[in-house]
């Protein structure tokens, strides 16, 4: 089969973002709470491995597939991530940088990503408050959670960079993927734990566990959290990937 060229992927990725950026306020919002529910997947899912894996050198490997539920359930169910979104609406952006397309990405980038915080939160207090977990789980959970939170804003905003360019990367390799999607977005996904990066959707849960339980004050899970690994996703997402991505095929489409 022949492969896609580069063009072809960004046109379709082009035309993805936007019809995203024309879709209703309510379907962003209702979208963007049901990948921030979903995501959590990825946070239970890595600790039901963790909690039953027998003690062994490779079992950090090995439960950091958990990881790759959540990415799994939101990225095929065509759900609103805010990452994917650094690729998928930069990409019309950087063709028509009007500001009538600046004010719809900033529209986008803000509903999807409020949506997505509401409902990893959510998530989250479900989580640790409806006692639906067992001892074990809980506890391993808690202890992910715990690792995610305990960088610096800066080596905090550092990790994330490099899962924003993954996550965009996952993006750009789906249109010619075809039957091996469910392999590169569990490929690439269990990277981005296997090597402690940080993600700001499936991060969010984990924040908001650490503040439920009294771990991290609200003020702190923010300012050295939330806010460095929002950056540092956005500068690997857009100024890195995505940029890049539009450099290699602006002669070809203009």
């Known amino acids: 089969m022949a492969k896609l060229p580069s063009r072809l992927i960004y046109e ?21 709470l049901a990948a921030g529910l979903l995501i959590s997947a990825s946070v239970f899912g890595e600790a039901i491995l963790a909690a ?11 439960e950091n597939f958990g990881y790759s539920l959540g990415f799994l359930l939101v990225i095929i169910a ?13 990409l019309p952006l950087a063709a028509d940088p009007a500001p009538a397309m600046f004010a719809k990405v900033a529209r986008l980038w803000l509903a999807v990503l409020t949506a997505n915080v509401i409902g990893a939160a959510s998530a989250a207090a479900f989580l640790t408050q409806s006692g639906v977990l067992d001892d074990a789980v809980a506890q391993a959970m808690l202890s992910i959670a715990q690792h995610a939170t305990s ?3 800066t080596e905090g ?6 899962a924003g360019v993954l996550i965009a990367a ?18 690439f996904t269990w990277l981005i734990a296997a090597g ?25 899970g923010l300012t050295n959290f939330f806010l460095p690994v929002l950056a540092g996703n956005i500068v690997g997402g857009t100024l890195v990937f995505t940029l890049l991505a539009w450099a290699q095929v602006k002669e070809e489409v203009e």
């Open 170 to 187: 996952i993006v750009w390799m789906l249109p010619s993927a075809d039957a091996s999607k469910f392999a590169v977005i569990v490929t």
């Open 12 to 32: 379709i990725i082009r035309l993805d973002g936007e019809e995203e950026l024309e879709r209703p306020m309510m379907a962003l919002v209702f979208s963007g």
């Open 196 to 220: 402690d990066f940080l993600h700001i959707v499936a991060g969010t849960v984990e924040c908001a566990i650490m503040i439920l339980v009294g771990g991290l004050s609200f003020f702190d």
């Open 78 to 90: 065509r759900l609103q991530l805010f990452t994917e979104n650094t690729i998928t609406t930069i």
């Open 52 to 62: 039953n894996l027998p003690a062994s050198p490779v079992s950090f490997l090995v």
């Open 157 to 162: 905003f550092l990790k994330a960079i490099p």
């Open 151 to 153: 960088f610096g804003a």
